[in-house]
């Protein structure tokens, strides 16, 4: 008999057995909200939004720790259907910087999917975070209406809370082109900036084409790595061009802690 260290999501997903065998359940959610619970009482930040007395929106995070880096992990925020945008999305995540600062955060880290452009845009251009890392299907199989069929492929966002870094950018080079779901890379990574366009509906393209959407997700997952490891550190999206913005040799006074 061993015990070790699992970090790989596919044993992870077999705990979801032992869950309910030890705790003697129907199903392993059932433990979630104890979960949050125990976020909360442990020095994690659990937040609600309210739309008068209608709960609409929640947010929670933990310490997360990685090569010898103590940072805020957000794990999740969401707001329901009817209000996505409300802007109750953005106040939890001031509401979070605001406490992270309190605590002596220097940052706040989270993962987001590439090909959902509203994620990109509220995370790269409105929030202004950064991100110099790719996961491949980081969640392995997920099941839930948005990721099902899809590699789990993920950004690291690092949200340096205590800096005010300029994330402004001139003519890019954007490197590939789109027209509807059709995305075609026309150029190499060139130059000090340069830009990823993405599809404006992806979830739309997926519904429509599961097996197109799965090419084209890989496609920009080659590219992204490609990209990273040219130097280039993402710093903004366009959202006149759908396009994430990266600028190369970009200075961060912070290491890269999640390479």
Do not use: C
């Amino acid at each position: 008999m061993e015990v070790r260290r699992v970090e790989n999501s596919s044993e992870i997903e077999n705990f979801m057995e032992i869950i309910k065998s030890a705790w003697h359940s129907d199903s392993a959610l059932s433990g979630f909200k104890d979960t949050i619970h125990s976020m909360a009482y442990h020095g994690g930040f659990v937040l609600g939004a309210w739309d008068e007395d209608k709960l609409i929106g929640m947010s929670f995070s933990y310490p997360g720790y990685k090569n010898n880096y103590t940072y805020l992990y957000s794990h999740m925020t969401g707001v329901i259907d009817q209000k996505k945008y409300s802007g109750a999305g953005y106040l939890m995540k001031m509401k979070q910087k605001e406490l992270a600062l309190d605590y002596g955060y220097r940052m706040i880290a989270w993962t987001f999917d590439p090909v959902m452009s509203l994620n990109g845009y509220f995370n790269i251009g409105k929030l202004g975070a950064v991100s110099r890392n790719y996961l491949d299907n980081f969640y392995g199989v997920m099941n839930d209406g948005i990721n099902k069929g899809l590699p789990t492929d993920r950004l690291v966002a690092e949200w340096h809370i205590r800096e005010n870094y300029n994330v402004e950018f001139n003519n890019p080079l954007f490197i590939n082109q789109v027209d509807g779901y059709n995305m075609e890379f026309t150029e190499k990574p060139a130059g000090d900036v340069i830009g990823i366009k993405i599809i404006r509906d992806f979830y739309e393209f997926k519904k429509n084409d599961l097996n197109k959407a799965v090419q084209t997700k890989l496609m920009l997952r080659s590219k992204f790595h490609e990209v990273f490891s040219a130097g280039y550190v993402l710093i903004n999206f366009d959202k006149v061009n759908n396009a994430y913005i990266f600028s190369k040799n970009y200075k961060l006074e912070e290491k890269n802690i999640f390479n």
